[in-house]
């Protein structure tokens, strides 16, 4: 009995220099439901059993099957290392067979709280210059003998087009 059937992929990596190894096509501002466009066999996402042709429904309990293809990006992005992924694979074969998709509410409790490493490093480094009567460091804070070849210069920014003395 051919029919879809619903699966719950899930994805997870190292970390975020790490591809997700699939690309997604569609949204609703092209008219096309999201769906995955590419998966490369030995990836995260080729390990977790995504295939080409998936249509994806649920992001991390976000619904996400009738979004704009960037809000479906930042919900990805937002999830992190660790991605459920609610997918409808189309010409399923087994007993089960997919009904039509209904919209959870999303809430706020869903997402992690992320913060940037420079807050996480400014947090940590706020206690110890609060006791030594500082400031955190910056790299405002570097002499300018101190910063690299690269950034040091007298002259103004006007440059000479090529073959000019």
């Given at each position: 009995m051919a029919g879809s059937e619903i699966t719950v992929c899930k994805l997870r990596r190292y970390?975020?220099?790490?591809?997700?190894?699939?690309?997604?096509?569609?949204?609703?501002?092209?008219?096309?439901?999201?769906?995955?466009?590419e998966v490369s066999p030995k990836s995260v996402a080729g390990k977790a059993g995504l295939r080409d042709g998936d249509l994806i429904?649920?992001?991390?309990?976000?619904?996400v099957a009738d979004v704009t293809h960037q809000h479906a990006r930042n919900e990805m992005i937002?999830?992190?290392?660790?991605?459920?992924?609610t997918i409808k694979r189309p010409g399923g074969v087994g007993p089960k067979t997919a009904g039509p998709l209904q919209k959870e509410d999303s809430?706020?409790?869903?997402?992690?709280?992320?913060?940037?490493?420079t807050y996480q490093i400014l947090q940590t480094e706020l206690p110890q210059a609060a006791a030594a009567g500082g400031r955190p460091a910056s790299i405002f804070?570097?002499?300018?003998?101190?910063?690299?070849?690269?950034t040091k210069t007298e002259q103004s920014g006007y440059t000479k087009a090529y073959g000019q003395s």
């Open positions: 970390d975020t220099g790490q591809p997700w190894g699939f690309k997604m096509q569609g949204g609703s501002e092209v008219g096309i439901p999201l769906q995955v466009a429904c649920y992001i991390n309990k976000a619904y937002r999830a992190g290392n660790d991605i459920d992924m809430i706020d409790d869903n997402y992690r709280d992320v913060q940037p490493k804070d570097k002499k300018k003998k101190a910063r690299s070849e690269y």
